[in-house]
């Protein structure tokens, strides 16, 4: 059984920053991706980070904002968040793949607010 679970989420005024963590444990190895996908109430979820062994990618609304970063061997992703704008808000969600599947987090709420 795989287990991913987040943290960081919270409140944070305008402009303000937060880290978001998710670490799997469980049988999961090799792991190759990691993602971090955000939805907002009444959106979609949306892909806004990934990071491979060979790279990262980002949405264009968090450009220049979020950092994403990963530890491969501690499964475990980062998504660093700096100028947080209202439109930021959402739950963020920790996606993880690799050998035998891919698995979803509980989700985090961030709430960008003054």
């Known amino acids: 059984q795989v287990r991913l679970v987040e943290s960081g989420g919270g409140l944070v005024q305008p402009g303000g920053s937060l880290m978001l963590s998710c670490t799997a444990s469980?049988?999961?190895?090799?792991?190759?991706?990691m993602t971090w996908y955000r939805q907002a109430p009444g959106k979609q979820r949306e892909l806004v980070a990934t990071i491979t062994r060979q790279s990262t990618m980002y949405v264009d609304s968090v450009k220049g904002r979020f950092t994403i970063s990963g530890d491969f061997a501690k499964n475990t992703v980062y998504l660093q968040m700096n100028g947080l704008k209202p439109e930021d808000t959402a739950v963020y969600y920790c996606w993880q793949a690799g050998l035998g599947g891919a698995y979803w987090g509980q989700g985090t709420q961030v709430t960008v607010s003054s």
């Open positions: 469980g049988s999961i190895f090799s792991i190759n991706t």
